[in-house]
Nanobody, 120 residues
Framework: QVQLVESGGGLVQPGGSLRLSCAAS????????MGWYRQAPEKQRELVAT???????AYADSVKGRFTCSRDNAKNTVALQMNSLKPEDTAVYYC??????????????WGQGTQVTVSS
């Protein structure tokens, strides 16, 4: 009912920057929270950043001051600007969106994941 399409990611050197984007489409009535998670090899998926419909953000301690999460409510998109990247940021990044469908049901959808590799 709700689909997410991610873009961005890739290979970058330490200290570099990348921007991830995620667009939500489908039977969306409203979106509450949008955010990003990541999963490194042999590790559990962890929260990176979230943003509410009002624009309030929260970040993992490991990315504070380096990553910025933003959203465009009119376009149902969320972005993650990643600066000063470190090798430990290497992971598959997943977009996450929660809200209400046009059928009046709650939904939580995940993107397909995009690989971010930080290496020299």
């Amino acid at each position: 009912q709700v689909q997410l399409v991610e873009s961005g990611g890739g290979l970058v050197q330490p200290g570099g920057s990348l921007r991830l984007s995620c667009a939500a489409s489908g039977s969306i009535f409203s979106i509450h929270a949008m955010g990003w998670y990541r999963q490194a090899p042999e590790k559990q998926r962890e929260l990176v950043a979230t943003i509410t419909s009002g624009g309030s953000t929260a970040y993992a301690d490991s990315v504070k001051g380096r990553f910025t999460c933003s959203r465009d409510n009119a376009k149902n998109t969320v972005a993650l600007q990643m600066n000063s990247l470190k090798p430990e940021d290497t992971a598959v990044y997943y977009c996450n969106v929660r809200g209400i469908t046009t059928f009046g049901t709650m939904f939580q959808s995940w993107g397909q994941g995009t690989q971010v590799t930080v290496s020299s």
